[in-house]
């Protein structure tokens, strides 16, 4: 069974940086794409970033392209996500996702429980 689960998350003040990580385990994620979404209260989930599975291209969401990084340690099956000049807007659950191969054409979504991010002003 693939199971993801995210650390983290915490309370900080504008201006200052977290590390998010999502441990995966189970099933291999290496040919998933991996992201993180979030979501802030009485809103709906929405993309933040993303790293390919096969050649490692990271995308952004252009709410925090320039403040925050997606990176992915294949040895320790666990997907960063650095988070660099937090804002007050950051403020949300973020959840890690896999977007898996599931027979040759067909994707399957695995997501972690959330972690809450706090960014006061």
């Known amino acids: 069974q693939r199971q993801l689960v995210e650390s983290g998350g915490g309370l900080v003040q504008a201006g200052e940086s977290l590390r998010l990580s999502c441990a995966a385990s189970g099933r291999t994620f290496s040919s998933c794409d991996m992201g993180w979404y979030r979501q802030a209260p009485g809103k709906g989930r929405e993309f933040v970033a993303a790293i390919d599975w096969s050649d490692g291209s990271p995308y952004y969401a252009d709410s925090v392209k320039g403040r925050f990084t997606i990176n992915k340690d294949n040895a320790k099956n666990t997907v960063y996500l650095q988070m660099n000049s937090l804002k007050p807007e950051d403020t949300a659950i973020y959840y890690c996702?896999?977007?898996?191969?599931?027979?040759?054409?067909?994707?399957?979504?695995?997501w972690g429980q959330g972690t809450q991010v706090t960014v006061s002003s």
């Open positions: 996702n896999a977007a898996c191969a599931k027979g040759h054409s067909d994707l399957e979504n695995y």
